[in-house]
């Protein structure tokens, strides 16, 4: 496995070493899978029945490898799920992140530091540096991870964000100009279909319940939005804030400004209906606006 050196574990450099400096090649072998191989005394009797089944040793030890792995990503989770106070069980996270993030580098074992900085609500920043500077790493990080590593880092979730609103803003106007069904498909869903979207979607998971994260994709769409006037990105605020109110996401939609005048407008269209009550409502709002901010209402707050 390549790697273990780096952790001070012998690995194939050290072994390719004894086998050069050595004067009997079978005994430096005998000696190296004595000293690193699964330390139970039971065991040494048994292994002869590998060798009659055709078991080689590599994938004996990959098997043994692979179920201590699962074992152990199970536990963390466990350990992540327990009902202990939230401070001893982040101690206890944050103490296994230490003995495990210097094998990250070695991918088989990488599964379970993801595993544990998944579940870790505060990751230092060093881990965070180190994860950003590495792309593989970065790459398979969960988007719990990434979230604490976007929330300083505008460029790197700009990065993320944008294929998703370029690939939001085609398909609008794939449907929206589609003239070869009987039906057009862009007024059609409801609007609570419409933020079922793939888009609106993955969007909402990245943001999870980060409102740093939200303010950023906020800006993004409101600076899109002065820069090119395509209504599409307004109605993706809109459908952004309503998904995230449909998980009552309320550390989000408690403090976004716009959330009531959404929330009445979207049961206005899904009820075909405008009523007195509703109708005052939506038109205080309206008054609210100073004059000069019409072209951004959906971003006052900004």
């Known amino acids: 496995m390549a790697g273990l050196e780096s952790v001070g574990i012998p690995g194939p450099d050290y072994l390719r070493e004894a086998l050069t400096n050595c004067s009997d090649p ?7 899978q004595v000293d690193n191989g699964i330390l139970l005394p039971s065991l040494r009797p048994m292994l002869p029945l ?16 692979e179920e201590l792995r699962q074992k152990l990503l199970e536990q963390v989770t466990r350990l992540a799920q327990s009902d202990d106070q939230a401070t001893d069980r982040d101690t206890k996270l944050r103490d296994l992140l230490i003995k495990t993030f210097p094998f990250v580098g070695l991918k088989p074992l990488r599964p379970v530091v ?5 579940h870790l609500p505060h990751i230092e920043d060093k881990y965070l540096k180190a994860l950003v500077a590495d792309r593989a790493l970065y790459d398979e990080c969960d988007t719990e991870v990434k979230q604490q590593i976007w929330q300083d880092s505008q460029s790197l979730f700009g990065d993320e964000v944008s294929p998703l609103l370029t690939q939001y803003i085609a398909e609008k106007d794939a449907l929206l100009f589609n003239y070869e069904t009987p039906t057009n498909l862009f007024f059609g869903p409801s609007p609570k279909v419409r933020r079922q979207g793939e888009v609106v979607q993955r969007l909402t998971q990245m943001i999870g319940r980060n409102v740093k994260l939200y303010d950023m994709v906020l800006q993004f769409l409101r600076t899109l939005f002065l820069r090119t006037r395509n209504v599409h990105y307004c109605t993706l605020r809109v459908e952004l804030l309503m998904s995230l109110h449909d998980l009552e996401i309320q550390e989000i939609t408690s403090v976004d400004p ?8 979207d049961a206005c269209i899904r009820e075909k209906n405008v009523d007195v009550k509703r109708s005052r409502e939506l038109q205080g709002f309206l008054d609210s606006v100073r004059r000069g901010q019409e072209q951004v209402l959906g971003f006052p707050h900004l």
Do not use: G, P
């Open 258 to 265: 716009c959330h009531k005048f959404t929330w009445c407008l």
């Open 26 to 32: 079978l005994k430096a072998i005998e000696e190296f």
């Open 114 to 118: 993801m595993c544990v900085l998944k």
């Open 50 to 65: 590998l060798d009659l089944h055709a078991v080689s040793r590599l994938e004996f030890h990959q098997t043994v490898m």
